[in-house]
Every structure is written in structure tokens, then in C-alpha cells.
């Protein structure tokens, strides 16, 4: 069929340009476009019907769909289905694989391809694409032009998020005000992808049955967060080996200056007798770990931001060197509850690694030993209940805890707290700290019983067919053999 195409298109001096495609992407429209570095209004999806007249072919850009009365209204027929595998067949069409032109059939084209100056196609060959002018194939089809399609929300789905936590230490409510509930909040919107990114934690030394025992606490925390895996993609890092090997790539871009400058290594390699090239090197997997994706937004903390910069400037590095490659994704700051501190010093984030455990509320903490540390927070010498991160840092933290957990605003809380002392407003934040771990945790009790590694498997699995074609992408593009 493809070059029964090629010979159709050179006879009516057509421009054309043919896109070879690896193997494995078979005839998945949505992996060829990524594959091509385009979304899919670029694309042109060929579907063949069969009519009460006979077979007619509709063709449609690749970010809408086909509105089938209005597809019957254009062709004036009263039956319209989806041709069989037989009678595509009786076409000599391969299923799931229809060329754009040279099809015994007649032609509708829906007027929104033609907002697009070239269009992508399939060739009927699973191993090449086909790139051409939209109104140069409406000429050789004969086709009738009309409006049989709706247009989907595409900013929408083009959106891809993607995040990770470490199984290391023990997740707080800081992880979930400021991580893990934006996460369920987003994820009915675009493509989300949630990563356990084991590979990071090991910069620093781990005990193997510990990391594994945390890394399947962690999926079980995500999904009693409400991470849902029919709508999310939740693997580990270390299951997709396309993340180790785009970061060496990546590698090989980024500068001695550049890792030198990220204040994450310095923080954490303050102190220690041994540092890792691993924990010197990790922003460079992380850039990985985004750009992969065609991700467009990362939910961070400001202390992450620097990350996603780096990740910004090695995909703008590389789409200057080889051409347009990768996305460049923008950091996403919550305004409030991105930033939980601790409970000691309230100055300082709060941590996973803290040397106090009273200064970090964990997620699997005992309702009761939560309690005393919300009682024990760091306030000030004063007694009024006022958000003012700048003279009362301690007071500000817990009135934004108590803010995230519970619903009210800034404004209202204060206004509630008015005329309460220290000790009545600790009394009212250790209270909805306690009922929001126990609710927390009797979903976590359920969730740690179920089958963690098939949904771990399976989103593995998920995960590889969409990164493998950025991989194959980038592999081609510095010049390694396919």
C-alpha cells in the first residue's frame, strides 16, 4: 500500500515526505505523533465505514471526533458503521492501519483539517507515517468537504503531570497537603503520572528490606490519598529502565557549573563523610524523569523549583542541538500548603529526616502521638492567633495546617481564633490533625491488604510504551543505531 501511495502522490506531483517509524509503535495514532514530536491536531485519522451506498472514508484532525449524524447528513445515507476486519479486507486494508488516499471508496474530509498547513497520516504500512498538505490529498481524493466533527478540549488532554516521592523515611502531612492532595485534585485532568522514584533514594545509603518494604508503603499511601490507577499512572522509577538511560544522555549536556549550583545537594551533603555521585548527580535523572514524558507541569515545592528549571534548560539545550524534542515543563506551586514547616523550628521545612521526630506529623503517626507534638509546637511570646509568616512564623504554620485539613480560609480562621489563647487554638488543630489520620489511615489499612504489585506491574507497563518512543526519539537524534 505504501507505495501504491508513493506512486499516486509522485503521478500528481504531490508533496510528500514519508516518516519511518519503529517497529514496536505498530499503529498506535497517539505513540506515532508523540513519536513525531507533534500533538494530534496534527494528525489525521482515516476511519472506513460501510453505508447503505457503500464504503466511504471520513477524515478528521486527530483532536476531534466524529459526530456520526452529521457524517450522515454530509453523505446522504441513512446507515453508517465502522467497516469489519473482513470487508477492509475486501479493500485490502490492513485493520487499524488506513492510508490516506487510494482506497475504492469516496471521501469526506472535515473542514478542520484545513486550519492545519500539513497533516500526518498512516500509509497502510505499520512501519511509516505519511506528512503532507491537507488541500494537495482533497484534490486527488475528489473528496466532499463539511463539518462532521466536534472538537475535543485539547489543552485539556495535552496536559501531562508528572511527580515522584522517595520511599524513604516516613511520609508527613507536609507530603500530603503540599504533594499528594494536589495530585488527587489534578488528576481528572490531562494525563498524570506518579512515579515512586526509588532510584533517588539510593544516592544515599538504604537498607534493601527497608526500601522495599517502604516502597510498597508508599503505593499504598498514594493510593489511600486517592491516587485512582484506572485514571493515574503510579509505577516505580526503577521498573522502566528508559529513565536511567535518557538521564546518561542528559548527562552528557549538563554542566559542572550547573550541578554545582543546586542548593539541594549542598543541603544534603553538608556534614556527611561519604557523598555519593549519585546524590551530586540525581537533578540530572530528575530532568529525566520529566522530560520523558512530554510533561507540561510539575507539582512542587518551592525548594523543588530549581529542579524543574534544570530540567527546562537541558530540553531547550537539546531542542536547539537536534530540534524540537522534548516539552519544557513549568514548575506548579500550590499558593498555600506548599510549604509545611516543621513544628520545632518553624523556620525550616518540614522532613522526612528530621532528628526530631516532634517536629514532623507522619501520615502512619498515632492520633494520640500527634496530638502532643501540635501541643508542643514552636509559637511565640505573644497570644494572638495571626497569620504573619514574618513575626510569627510558628503560629502562621499551624494556622495554615488547620487551614489545609480543614477547609476554612486564612481570613476565617482568624477571625474564629480571635479571642482564643495558644493553648485553645493547638487544642482545635490537634483535633482535626486527629481526624483527618485516622480517617487517613483506616484507607491506608485497606489498601496495604490489596494486590500493590499488579497495580505497580500494570502501571509500569503503561508507563513504558508511552516514554519508549521519546527514548527511541533521543537515541536517534545523537546518533545511536536503532
Not at 465505514?49 to 456520526?68: E, P
Not at 495571626?386 to 476554612?408: A, Q, R, V
Request: charged share 30%.
Amino acid at each position: 500500500m505504501k507505495d501504491k501511495i508513493e506512486k499516486i502522490l509522485l503521478e500528481n506531483k504531490i508533496q510528500f515526505e514519508f516518516i519511518p517509524l519503529p517497529e514496536e509503535l505498530a499503529s498506535d495514532v497517539k505513540v506515532h505523533m508523540k513519536f513525531h514530536g507533534n500533538s494530534m491536531d496534527r494528525a489525521m485519522p482515516n476511519i472506513v465505514f460501510k453505508t447503505n451506498k457503500g464504503f466511504i472514508v471520513a477524515q478528521r484532525r486527530g483532536d476531534t471526533k466524529i459526530d456520526s449524524k452529521k457524517l450522515k447528513k454530509l453523505a446522504g445515507v441513512s446507515d453508517l458503521r465502522v467497516a469489519t476486519e473482513e470487508e477492509l479486507k475486501d479493500l485490502n486494508l490492513a485493520p487499524g492501519i488506513v492510508p490516506p488516499t487510494g482506497i475504492d471508496a469516496t471521501y469526506f474530509m472535515d473542514n478542520k483539517i484545513f486550519e492545519k498547513d500539513f497533516v500526518y497520516s498512516g500509509t497502510g504500512d505499520k512501519l511509516f507515517a505519511i506528512k503532507l498538505n491537507p488541500i494537495d490529498l482533497k484534490e486527488i481524493n475528489k473528496s466532499t468537504v463539511g463539518d462532521f466533527t466536534t472538537q475535543e478540549d485539547f489543552q485539556v488532554s495535552n496536559k501531562i503531570v508528572f511527580s515522584g516521592i522517595q520511599p524513604s523515611g516516613n511520609l508527613h502531612i507536609g507530603n500530603y497537603i503540599g504533594s499528594l492532595r494536589q495530585w488527587v485534585k489534578g488528576q481528572d485532568n490531562g494525563l498524570n503520572i506518579f512515579c515512586i522514584v526509588d532510584m533517588h533514594a539510593i544516592t544515599v545509603a538504604q537498607d534493601p528490606k527497608i526500601l522495599r518494604e517502604k516502597t510498597f508503603e508508599l503505593a499504598a499511601i498514594y493510593l489511600a490519598a486517592g491516587i485512582d490507577p484506572e485514571k493515574s499512572l503510579i509505577f516505580v522509577q526503577s521498573h522502566n529502565p528508559d529513565h536511567a538511560n535518557l538521564g546518561w544522555v542528559l548527562n552528557c549536556f549538563a554542566s559542572m557549573g550547573q550541578m554545582q549550583r543546586m542548593t539541594q545537594y549542598k543541603d544534603k551533603s553538608e556534614g556527611k563523610d561519604f557523598v555519593s555521585v549519585g546524590l551530586f548527580d540525581y537533578p540530572v535523572l530528575m530532568a529525566g524523569d520529566i522530560l520523558l514524558y512530554d510533561t507540561t507541569e510539575v507539582p512542587v515545592g518551592d525548594d523543588q523549583k530549581q529542579h524543574v528549571e534544570l530540567a527546562r534548560d537541558l530540553g531547550e539545550k537539546l531542542n536547539g542541538k537536534f530540534g524540537e524534542t522534548f516539552v519544557l515543563p513549568k514548575p506548579v506551586i500550590p499558593a498555600t500548603g506548599g510549604r509545611i514547616m516543621s513544628l520545632i523550628d518553624p523556620t525550616k521545612k518540614m522532613s522526612k529526616s528530621d532528628a526530631n521526630q516532634n517536629a514532623t506529623i507522619y501520615l502512619l503517626d498515632e492520633p494520640e502521638i500527634a496530638k502532643k507534638k501540635i501541643m508542643s509546637a514552636t509559637t511565640d511570646s505573644g497570644n494572638e492567633i495571626k497569620y504573619d509568616w514574618e513575626n510569627k512564623p510558628g503560629i502562621s504554620n499551624l494556622i495554615e495546617i488547620y487551614s489545609e485539613l480543614e477547609g476554612n480560609s486564612i481570613k476565617e480562621i482568624e477571625q474564629k481564633f480571635e479571642n482564643k489563647n495558644y493553648k485553645e487554638f493547638k487544642e482545635s488543630v490537634a483535633e482535626v490533625v486527629v481526624n483527618f489520620l485516622k480517617d487517613f489511615q483506616a484507607k491506608y489499612n485497606k489498601v496495604i491488604e490489596s494486590d500493590l504489585k499488579k497495580i505497580l506491574d500494570d502501571g509500569a507497563q503503561k508507563a513504558y510504551k508511552l516514554s519508549h518512543p521519546k527514548l527511541l526519539e533521543v537515541y536517534r537524534k545523537v546518533g545511536f543505531i536503532n
